[in-house]
């Protein structure tokens, strides 16, 4: 199954031959993160060698230049081990560079535990003038991409690694908007990324059982689409996120507190606990850390249960 990574790949080397300033650097990972399609430009593609924080550093003095730098590694290494580069030389003086992040969340499966990437939104959300983007599939990808490129300023893209199914209406998708996919009033399931299908897989199943889900796509995790969120608040009994992450600092963190302060309600969390992740086949990952439809099902029904 052809997966994001792969439209990654394939959708930057169609944008490069028209956008001549962007300028691809590669942490020897390229043949895993799919940046090295790009190598076919030439001397455009940047083999920067087991080196990220150099390699950001490379890319902040091209911005300055006036080229589109994207920086492409595993996300555990690209935003853990270059933080401190990330945050001095492009996110403080706002340049115009993207960052890749491959492998996110438990979908490095058996690479081992250092390389499960489940405190990557958390380190990129916190920088000011970031933007924080997980497309939850290839046509997502596909605009994330480009309206990434067209953004004047630094952006992290989130990128799993195994195949996504199709969820997303490429008409009905709004860049920075959330995207709601299945409406429904007793519960809102906000995912991202991965768990995209997760969630409309189990809203379809507790539609059987007369619980009307509401499933939204939340692809920009920042800057978050307050206006959307609070109408999805204002029609629910209660909201469940669901993300390839840590529970603190993620997605469902940023929902947690715009609604703290505008709509309170009550919001369960779906995600990683406070834990480092193991290491092992992606499904069984998911399994042990409940981002499974059947957690989400079970999770729902409780709470429905036991508080209406």
Known sequence: M????????????????????????????GSSTRSLKFSELGQRFIQ?????????????GLALKGMIPIVTSFAVFITGRCYDQIRISIAYPKLNVKIVGSHA??????????????????LMRDLPNMMVLEPAD??????????????????????????????????????????????????????????VDKALKAAKILETEHINALVADIHCIKPLDVDTLLDIARKVRFILTIENHSIIGGMG??????????????IIKVGVKDTFAESADTMQLFEKYGLTEANIIDIIKRHLKSNF
Request: aromatic residues 4%.
């Open 2 to 29: 052809e997966e994001i990574r792969d439209i990654f790949g394939k959708e930057l080397l169609e944008i490069g031959k028209k956008e001549k300033r962007i300028i691809v650097l590669d942490a020897d990972v």
């Open 48 to 60: 920067c060698g087991i080196a990220e924080q150099n390699m950001v550093g490379i890319s902040a």
């Open 105 to 122: 969340g438990l979908t490095a499966g058996p690479d081992g535990p250092t390389h499960q990437a489940i405190d990557d939104i958390a």
């Open 138 to 195: 290839k046509k997502e990808m596909k605009i994330v991409l480009n309206e990434s490129i067209k953004h004047n300023g630094p952006v992290y893209i989130r990128i799993n690694r195994g195949g996504s199914p199709e969820v997303c209406n490429i008409d009905d998708i709004c860049f920075k908007k959330i995207n709601i996919l299945k409406k429904g009033n007793d519960v809102g399931i906000l995912a991202s990324g991965f768990m």
């Open 253 to 266: 963190s940023a929902v947690s507190e715009i609604l703290a302060e505008l709509y309170p309600l009550p």
